[in-house]
Every structure is written in structure tokens, then in C-alpha cells.
């Protein structure tokens, strides 16, 4: 039978229909959420504003696609916001010391690579759950960082601050650097996530990690590879906050990025439980997060807010994942 609207439309039942918004509900969130910013303030739909979202969510955002990765492999990491600390303090000194912007990103990622390394290992082979490792790491890193610096701001030379400015204040046709980066890196997480036997291979492991072992999949090194790669965008998200701010102040840097991160992974409809999700989702999910704070701040109400917002958020969020699993 040949495939018509009309007949599309009466094989099209509740639970299709339930079904495709369960898969695609961060779209219909960020409309939702679009709608509401534009009755808020009319000039929110523009371009100059929404390549402004872009660009304010792109140094957690790149955050948020390490951290979906790790939850849809069933784990999660609480120091990302501390790594980025270590390694933007420990990258400004690279910088001014070589002058060097490509060698500072090189070490930039390879040592936030390290730092998601040490997690994973720890995870895999001391069989800690990574709740309690990253949460004890997330302190550690901090502490390093701060003694290192001993509590004072991590400063740009001079000479080498207005070029190295404008890695992040730069743009390409009027497009930001940062957002296009974040792009680029949306896009390379999500060929490796649903392209590749790797990324397969993490689907299987945060659906069933011990179904996954008898079918011969090496758990360990796919946590490990998790961690490390979460670590490496960490990494990449040191050197943006480097450039974008060019003073690092150990003890503020980076807070409650992993709060971001995780919001914008279950606000994309990403299964807190593991198995399930998709990397744009939380691509979506981390405009929405910065679009929550534009909403707020448009609407007047307290800054200080915005944290019992985004834990509200999660929440919920988990409860409704919870109820369309029993369903």
C-alpha cells in the first residue's frame, strides 16, 4: 500500500505520538521555553540574541556533551567544575610562560584528559561508584588548585592578553568562535556516540553493564574512555574560559558548572538511569539552561534563584523519565 498523508495519519496512534515526543521532548521544551522568553521580551527572538545564547552556553555546554556521555554509560562526574579550575589556573601559566595559544590548548586537554583518566581508573578498577570518587576528586583538584595559587587570580600577561582575547570574543561571519566550537564538538561527540562501535558499546553498558560483559565488552575501558574524554572537553572548556575571561580566580572557577552540565543532560532528555538519550539532546539541553537564566533575569526575579530553579528542573525531569519508563 502506497504511503499517503491520510493513511500515515490513521496509523498514527497515542502511543506513536507519546513515543516521538518521549524521543524528541527537548525539542518541544526549547519551543516551549522560546515562546516563553519571546512574551517575556519580544527582542528575544532575534539573531543577535539567540547567537548571544549560543555563545553564553557554550563553554558549559561543551561541559554537558562530556557529562551525557558519562550518564548515558549509567556514571556521572561532580569535578568537571574543579578540572576546569586546575587546568585554566595551570593553563595561564603554560601561556605566559611559552606564549604559545596551540601548545597552551594542547595542554589544556591533555591534562584534563589525565585528570578524567584518574576518575575512570579509580571507577574501573577500585570499584567505587563514580559518585563518590568524583565527589572526592571535585575537592581535591580544588584544593590543588587553590594551594597553588594560593587563593589569588591566575592573571594573562599583558602583552599576550589582547590577541588571546580574542580566541572567544572573535567571529566568523558573524558568528561566534565559542559558538561555532561548540558546534563542531556537538557534532564530532554525536558521529562517535551513534557511528561507532564505541559509542555502541556505552549505550550497552549504561543499559546493562553486566550484559554487556558476557557479550565481551570491555566495561572498564569504556568508563575509562568516558572519564578521559569528559576530561578532554573539560579541558577544551579551560582554554575558552581562559580566553574569554583571561584571569583565573582558583576558588570561583568553574562552580556549579557540573550542576549546568547535569541539568542540561536530563533537560535534554538524556535517562538519568543510563541507556537512553541522544547528544543533541543535551546540546538543546544547555541552550535551555542559559535560556532559563535569561527568563529569569527578564522576569526580575533574584539570581540567587536560579540554582533552586535548575534543581527543580532535574528533578522533575527525573520523575517524568521515571513515569514514562513504568508506562
Aim: proline share 3%; hydrophobic share 55%.
Amino acid at each position: 500500500m502506497q504511503k499517503t498523508p491520510s493513511n500515515l495519519l490513521k496509523n498514527l496512534t497515542w502511543e506513536k505520538v507519546w513515543g516521538l515526543f518521549g524521543k524528541y521532548s527537548y525539542v518541544v521544551s526549547f519551543l516551549g521555553l522560546l515562546l516563553i522568553a519571546t512574551l517575556i521580551n519580544p527582542l528575544y527572538f532575534s539573531y543577535a540574541n539567540l547567537s548571544t545564547l549560543l555563545l553564553q552556553a557554550s563553554i558549559k555546554g561543551i561541559i554537558a556533551l562530556g557529562m551525557a556521555m558519562l550518564i548515558i554509560c549509567g556514571m556521572i562526574d561532580l569535578s568537571v567544575g574543579s578540572i576546569v579550575a586546575l587546568v585554566a589556573g595551570l593553563g595561564v601559566v603554560v601561556l605566559n610562560y611559552t606564549g604559545n595559544p596551540w601548545l597552551t590548548l594542547l595542554f589544556c586537554m591533555a591534562f584534563g584528559a589525565l585528570l578524567g583518566s584518574i576518575n575512570g581508573l579509580l571507577v574501573a578498577f577500585g570499584r567505587i561508584a563514580p559518585f563518590i570518587v568524583t565527589l572526592a576528586t571535585m575537592s581535591a583538584y580544588r584544593s590543588i588548585i587553590v594551594q597553588i595559587g594560593q587563593g589569588g587570580p591566575f592573571n594573562v600577561d599583558s602583552e599576550i592578553l589582547p590577541w588571546f582575547r580574542m580566541i572567544a570574543a572573535g567571529n566568523v561571519w558573524g558568528i561566534p568562535n565559542l559558538a561555532l566550537i561548540f558546534i563542531v564538538i556537538m557534532i564530532i561527540v554525536g558521529i562517535v556516540m551513534s557511528r561507532t562501535k564505541f559509542g555502541r558499546y556505552v549505550y550497552a553498558v549504561g543499559s546493562n553493564e553486566q550484559a554487556a560483559r558476557l557479550a565481551g565488552i570491555n566495561v572498564n575501558m569504556i568508563k575509562i574512555m568516558c572519564f578521559t574524554i569528559t576530561g578532554l572537553l573539560a579541558g577544551i572548556s579551560s582554554f575558552l574560559l581562559m580566553s574569554r575571561l583571561t584571569s583565573i580566580t582558583a576558588p570561583n572557577a568553574g562552580t556549579q558548572f557540573e550542576l549546568d552540565a547535569i541539568a542540561g543532560v536530563a533537560i535534554g532528555g538524556i535517562a538519568m538511569t543510563g541507556g537512553r538519550g541522544m547528544i543533541a539532546g543535551s546540546f538543546m539541553g544547555a541552550l535551555m539552561v542559559q535560556m532559563i537564566e535569561g527568563v529569569l533575569i527578564a522576569a526580575r526575579i533574584p539570581p540567587f534563584l536560579n540554582g533552586l530553579v535548575k534543581g527543580i528542573i532535574i528533578i522533575f525531569t527525573v520523575l517524568l523519565q521515571r513515569r514514562k519508563a513504568n508506562n
